[in-house]
Structures are given as structure tokens and as C-alpha cells.
């Protein structure tokens, strides 16, 4: 309601005030549009719990197209090369899996450098992987890795930008509300799995997430 009636106050009434009104106004559009997508990244991050479905035999290549075709303006503006490596059928929510892929790719995307993205997603079984999986990591189960060319993280952050609202630039930089990475742990953790990033500044990003073989 708030929204939509300050976008009828700027539809209706712009310059037929004065500039100060239009500039407030202004401000009531954007700010109201902004609590809208956060209450609704929010309601997101709620529902990986509440509202998971339950988990079933699923194919990654349905998962990963079903993501990729969800990111299809993005990668055709940025002229993004996404690949991967054969991927598993596995026991998994599948809407779950299709938003952690998508999470993780439309990053790769959003926090890329002058050259076009170039992003690939592999997966491998944690008992035959050469990948330092985190020692408190299950044991049984996959490890699937999200790889891009992009700006890259400082060492100091690597953790934290899993919290929820931890973002390390202004919106002005990149859009965005904090909550894509808060979601991504969740879902993995639900998944009896872990998630984590190893990067270099200015090179680019792999981001890890184990996912547990359900017996
Ligand atoms: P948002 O994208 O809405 O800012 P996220 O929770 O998805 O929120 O990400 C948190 C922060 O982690 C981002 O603001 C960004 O600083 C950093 N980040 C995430 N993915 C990448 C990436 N692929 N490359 C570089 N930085 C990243």
C-alpha cells in the first residue's frame, strides 16, 4: 500500500509542486520500494526453513538450466560464459538447489570486473576430491564449487559475508540487500551441508557447498 501510493503521488503530482516536494517524494518511492525487497528477502530467508519442501531424487543439469534460465537478462547483458562439469543426480529440495545455484552465478555475475564474467560450476564427491573440505565437514555427500573471474573478496571478509545484511559496498555500487549468501548457508546447512569462499582480490572468487548423501 505505502508503495504504491507514493508512486501514485510521483505519478500524479510531479511538477505540479515544488522541487522540494518532488525530491521528497522521490525519496518516499525509493525507500518504500527498498523495504518491499527487503521484507521480501527476508520472508526468502525465513522460508528455507519453514517452507522447505521435502527432499527427493533431483538431476543438478535440470537444477543448473532452471538457474541459469532465471539469470537469462543478466548473463546477456554482461555477456557472461557459464559452464560446468557433469553434474550428479542427487537427493535434495530441488527448488533449493536451483536457488543456491542462482544465488551463487547471479553473484559471479553482479560482482564482476571490466571483462565478461566467465563462471564455472563443478561437483565432485567429497571422498574422491582433492578440495580441503573443513575438517567438522560431513563425510559423505558432494562438493560443488562456483568459480568466477570476478573483483574478489579481502581476507577479512570472507566469513561475515555469510551473516545476514553483511554487504561490503554501498548499494550505490551494487544493488542488492545482503541476504543471497544468508540464504545460500541456510539451504546448505539444510542440507546437512557447509558453505565457504576462498578468493583473491582482484581475481576472482570459488565458492564451496557441500550438500550430505541422504541414505
Ligand atoms: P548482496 O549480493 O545482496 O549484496 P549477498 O549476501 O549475496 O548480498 O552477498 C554479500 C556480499 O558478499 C556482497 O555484497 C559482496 O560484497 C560479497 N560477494 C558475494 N558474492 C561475491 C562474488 N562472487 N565476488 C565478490 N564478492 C562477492
Known amino acids: 500500500m505505502v508503495a504504491s ?13 515544488d522541487s522540494d516536494a518532488d ?17 521480501n528477502a527476508l520472508l526468502a530467508y525465513s522460508r528455507v526453513g519453514s517452507r522447505g519442501k521435502n527432499f527427493q531424487l533431483i538431476d543438478c543439469e535440470t537444477a543448473f538450466d532452471h538457474a541459469v534460465a ?12 557459464v559452464t560446468h562439469d557433469t553434474l550428479p543426480m542427487m537427493v535434495a529440495d530441488n527448488s533449493q538447489i536451483v536457488q ?15 571483462e565478461p564474467p ?11 576430491t582433492a578440495i580441503q573440505i573443513p575438517k567438522s565437514a560431513i563425510n ?10 570476478g573483483i574478489g573478496i579481502e581476507p577479512e571478509h570472507v ?40 578468493s583473491k582480490p582482484g581475481e576472482g572468487s570459488t565458492f564451496y557447498f557441500t550438500i550430505s548423501k541422504q541414505e
Not at 501510493?5 to 509542486?17: D, I, N, P
Not at 543456491?100 to 571490466?114: C, D, E, P, S, V
Not at 566467465?118 to 574422491?128: K, N, P, Q, T, V
Request: include cysteine; glycine fraction near 10%; hydrophobic fraction near 40%.
Open 100 to 114: 543456491l545455484f542462482q544465488n551463487l552465478i547471479g553473484n559471479a555475475i553482479k560482482f564482476r570486473r571490466q
Open 23 to 39: 525530491e521528497f517524494i522521490t525519496y518516499a518511492v525509493d525507500g518504500a520500494t527498498r523495504m518491499q525487497q527487503l521484507i
Open 140 to 149: 559423505k555427500g558432494w562438493v560443488f564449487s562456483v568459480k568466477d573471474n
Open 70 to 81: 532465471n539469470l537469462k537478462v543478466a548473463i546477456e547483458e554482461s555477456g557472461a560464459v
Open 118 to 128: 566467465r563462471i564455472h560450476l563443478s561437483c565432485a564427491g567429497i571422498e574422491d
Open 159 to 198: 566469513e561475515r559475508i555469510f551473516g545476514i545484511f553483511q554487504r561490503l559496498h554501498t548499494r550505490e555500487q551494487y544493488s542488492g540487500s545482503g541476504i543471497g549468501l544468508a540464504v545460500c548457508k541456510k539451504i546448505a546447512q539444510r542440507h546437512g551441508g557447509q558453505i565457504w569462499v576462498e
Open 5 to 17: 501510493y507514493v508512486q501514485l503521488l510521483a505519478k500524479r503530482y510531479e511538477g505540479k509542486l
